[in-house]
């Protein structure tokens, strides 16, 4: 028959060898292993501590220990080496200096032993017992070494199962915080997971994609071009590994008769022998870049013809003018030099809004302020602009006095030439009123005229970048930069412009500056 310690010997090795099965939860299983250690070897204090490749050692678990002793004890496992000695020279070394340790500390009332405990010769802990009936003997060792290696493996599982539930934790929350549409297909395509922006470009949840097949949830509004997802799989992946498959086109959605554009890339996760296991599906929104393809296209387009129009006038004239069999009256000259002059200044007008659009794009618009006189700037705008035009009436509608005011008089007088400049183009005669008041902190300049008006499906697109109405391409000249140049200019004032869309009572467009810079905004 056994003796009682052989048999506590197994019993409480059989008890680690459950743990190491069951728990997985690495703060109980040290507690757990801690316990089991004092009860083996009547310990009355001990501690474990585990090695961290990113934070070095730490006590995670004691008994018995006060923490000033803790404190002390923890800068000197550092001391501990890292890989197994097959002699055991380093730790004999290490266990005395532990037993030196707690002999000064408890002056000689308690006695200590440490065993590390090992992973394929790698040391990821310690248990250090203390108690002070006797010393510790080789067979306590013995006992205290079968139950180390168990205890180790135990730990190492542990900390893998927590590094693995970390890892897992850590992927979930980059797919839910990813700004693109993502889903994780199975091997027989049907979604596994869907994340919440994936949702929402959807109108639906996270959960009702899960199990349905993908054909089923991305359908196009026409076949895309090239090979499809269905296509690549048919059999197995049919690209390289690390190959990535890209289709684009527009997706139909759940309760809405608009298709959104989307790219969409599949990126396969294999096994070693190539078997497919999941497929990562990233969808992203590519509206606005199809918006931008179609700004470019509408720039270029709209460039190319405005700066052709003056550029073939001016090559007109000057041919015209260049004739040897002709000889030309000086009014005949003096009238086709006008138009060489207002066409090149056209032509220099595009070409600084040009450079403002790009100045601003590359955040380099900056503003002079100086103290203005709003109203001098705009009786001397009017006044310039009278003289280009026969058919309107340019009335300044000012109170008795403005304040003066901060702000850069040079791009004031370009919004003011923008809007003046439209209501010349687009209103066919008529009455074109610059109006100013002050009102509470701010100053409001509004200019109208009595032309047809502003389509109110105009409105929201007004101040874009390029952007010019259907109407305005067919029958008049213009980049589409001056009104956005306009709302950047009176922004960077701490100002804001706004438009009167009522169609048939002529168009209103106002802006308001605050009277003093740096003040309360009026946006």
């Known amino acids: 028959m056994l003796p009682d310690f052989r048999v506590r010997q197994r019993d409480y090795l059989l008890e680690i060898s459950r743990a190491l099965t069951q728990e997985l939860d690495l703060d109980k299983l040290l507690e757990r292993i801690l316990t089991i250690s004092l009860e083996m070897l009547a310990g009355q204090a001990g501690l474990i501590a585990l090695r961290s490749q990113s934070r070095g050692w730490r006590i995670n678990v004691s008994k018995g220990l006060p923490s000033a002793f803790l404190r002390y004890i923890e800068p000197k496992l550092a001391q501990i080496p890292e890989y197994e000695d097959p002699q055991d020279t380093e730790l004999n070394l290490v266990n005395r200096m532990f037993v030196e340790l707690t002999q000064a500390a408890t002056m000689g009332q308690l006695s200590s032993f440490a065993l590390p405990l090992i992973t394929g010769r790698r040391v990821v802990g310690v248990i250090i017992i203390f108690r002070g ?66 949702a929402f470009l959807m109108n639906g949840k996270p959960d009702d994609y899960k199990g349905l097949p993908h054909e089923e949830v991305i359908q196009w509004q026409k076949p895309p071009e090239g090979m499809t997802l269905e296509t690549a799989t048919l059999n197995g992946w049919p690209l390289t590994q690390h190959a990535t498959l890209y289709v684009e086109g527009d997706m139909k959605r759940k309760d809405n008769p608009v298709p959104l554009p989307v790219g969409i890339t599949y990126a396969p996760l294999l096994a070693e022998d190539g078997t497919l296991i999941n497929v990562i599906t990233t969808v992203r929104d590519i509206t606005r870049f199809r918006q931008a393809d179609e700004l470019k296209s509408t720039f270029i387009s709209v460039v190319s013809h405005e700066l052709k129009t003056p550029v073939a006038l001016i090559k007109g004239y000057v041919s015209t003018l260049r004739r040897e069999d002709a000889r030309w009256d000086r009014k005949i000259v003096d009238e086709s030099l006008q138009v060489i002059e207002e066409e090149a200044d056209r032509l220099n007008s595009y070409i600084e809004n040009l450079l403002d659009a790009s100045r601003l794009q590359a955040q380099g618009f900056s503003l002079n302020f100086t103290d203005v006189q709003l109203a001098d700037i705009i009786r001397h705008t009017a006044d310039r602009f009278q003289t280009q035009t026969k058919k309107h009436k340019i009335v300044v509608d000012l109170p008795d006095s403005l304040p003066v005011i901060q702000a850069d008089e040079v791009r004031i007088d370009q919004v003011l030439s923008n809007l003046i400049s439209n209501s010349i183009k687009y209103a066919p005669g008529g009455e074109i009123r610059i109006a100013a008041e002050v009102k509470s902190d701010f100053l409001v300049v509004c200019v109208s005229d009595e032309g047809p008006g502003i389509n109110p499906a105009d409105v929201p697109h007004l101040f874009d970048r390029f952007y010019r109405s259907s109407e305005a391409i067919r029958n008049t000249k213009g980049t589409g930069l001056g009104l956005y140049l306009s709302r950047q200019i009176i922004r960077g004032h701490g100002g804001r412009i706004w438009v009167n869309p009522e169609t048939g009572k002529g168009a209103r467009i106002c802006f308001c500056l605050p009277l003093v810079k740096g003040g309360q905004s009026c946006v």
Not at 159 to 184: E, F, K, M, P, S
């Open 133 to 198: 009936y006797a010393a510790f003997t080789s067979n306590d060792r013995v006992v205290l070494s079968n139950f180390a290696n168990q205890a180790a493996i135990a730990v190492q599982n542990a900390q893998l199962y927590t590094q693995a539930n970390n890892d897992r934790q850590r992927v979930n929350a980059l797919i839910d915080a990813a700004a693109d549409g993502i889903l994780i297909l199975n091997s027989d395509l049907t979604i596994e997971r869907a994340n919440a922006a994936f």
